[in-house]
C-alpha cells in the first residue's frame, strides 16, 4: 500500500495520507519540493514516520491514514 506525505512548509505541517488529496496546488510539488512543500509517495507508513523523525521532527505529524480506508 503506497502512503502519501503532505509536507507544508508554511504552516510546518507533515501529513500522513492513505491517498493523494492534493488538489494540485501550484505552490506545492508531486514527488519534489516547491515554494510551500509538496506530497511525497512512499511504501510504508514506517518509512513516513522514519522519514518525519529524520528530517522533519520541528514539523506537527498528523496520521490521517484511518481517515480514507482503502
Do not use: Q
Not at 502519501?4 to 512548509?9: A, G, P, R, T, V
Not at 521532527?57 to 484511518?66: A, E, F, G, K, M
Amino acid at each position: 500500500m503506497s502512503i502519501w506525505i503532505d509536507i507544508d512548509k508554511p504552516t510546518k505541517h507533515f501529513g500522513v495520507h492513505s491517498k493523494n488529496k492534493s488538489r494540485n496546488p501550484k505552490c506545492k510539488g508531486i514527488n519534489e519540493m516547491l515554494r510551500d512543500g509538496g506530497w511525497f509517495d512512499v511504501a510504508s507508513i514506517e518509512e513516513a514516520f522514519e522519514l518525519h523523525k529524520r528530517s522533519y521532527s520541528n514539523y506537527t505529524i498528523v496520521d490521517r491514514t484511518d481517515k480514507y480506508p482503502e
